[in-house]
T-cell receptor, first 114, second 113 residues
Framework: GAGVSQSPRYKVTKRGQDVALRCDPI?????LYWYRQALGQGPEFLTY????????KSGLPNDRFSAERPEGSISTLTIQRTEQRDSAMYRC????????????FGPGTRLTVL | RKEVEQDPGPFNVPEGATVAFNCTYS??????FFWYRQDCRKEPKLLMS???SGNEDGRFTAQLNRASQYISLLIRDSKLSDSATYLC??????????????FGKGTKLSVKP
């Protein structure tokens, strides 16, 4: 079956622009997670949802970052007024149950801020 | 102290070698532990969970020492296809919350013919 998908796969933007990254989890998965991964590092937690409710956003770096999952399926991570330090791989993952051990990751969106 | 620390690697080993990865974690309240594998330019995938009594899956053995807050992964008879980055992962559970996963930086393994 279809796995987690993310779009766009690559995004190049100029500093100061807003970007929206999309995640389409595995159908029926309750929990959806956003991570950021720098080269040579493990994924860094940003935020997660159970259904449409945002459960924890403690990992969002600052108030330029926000996420939503309005219908409990697709999620969007928005970065406003992008800065060069925002450049990274942004990964989405989903799990079948809330608190389930196995998270299935998408291919990621490579964001480059010039 | 970082939340999850791993051997920095890289580990370069010949086929058939046995290799061990170590990991320590800082949150004594953590209750779930995992090893994920990440191939170059790919997404992380769950390799195995780590249970208190230790567990084995084929050539892979995972151990947990709660007292020392230490996790290990042993790979026996390594194959070329084992070449990847191995991520130590801990569920950052606190109180009654679900918690989120905390990933280590990963240890890169390269198995040579």
């Amino acid at each position: 079956g279809a796995g987690v998908s993310q779009s766009p796969r690559y995004k190049v933007t100029k500093r100061g622009q807003d970007v929206a990254l999309r995640c389409d989890p595995i159908s029926g998965h309750v929990s959806l997670y956003w991570y950021r991964q720098a080269l040579g590092q493990g994924p860094e937690f940003l935020t997660y949802f159970n259904y449409e409710a945002q459960q924890d956003k403690s990992g969002l770096p600052n108030d330029r970052f926000s996420a939503e999952r309005p219908e409990g399926s697709i999620s969007t991570l928005t970065i406003q007024r992008t800065e060069q330090r925002d450049s990274a791989m942004y990964r989405c993952a989903s799990s079948r149950l809330a608190g389930a051990n196995e998270q299935f990751f998408g291919p990621g969106t490579r964001l480059t801020v010039l | 102290r970082k939340e999850v620390e791993q051997d920095p690697g890289p580990f370069n080993v010949p086929e058939g070698a046995t290799v061990a990865f170590n990991c320590t974690y800082s949150n004594s309240a953590s209750q779930s532990f995992f090893w994920y594998r990440q191939d170059c330019r790919k997404e992380p995938k769950l390799l195995m969970s780590v249970y208190s009594s230790g567990n084995e899956d084929g050539r892979f053995t995972a151990q947990l020492n709660r007292a020392s807050q230490y996790i290990s992964l042993l790979i026996r008879d390594s194959k070329l296809s084992d070449s990847a980055t191995y991520l130590c992962v801990v569920n950052n559970r606190y109180g009654g919350s679900q918690g989120n996963l905390i990933f280590g930086k990963g240890t890169k393994l390269s198995v040579k013919p």
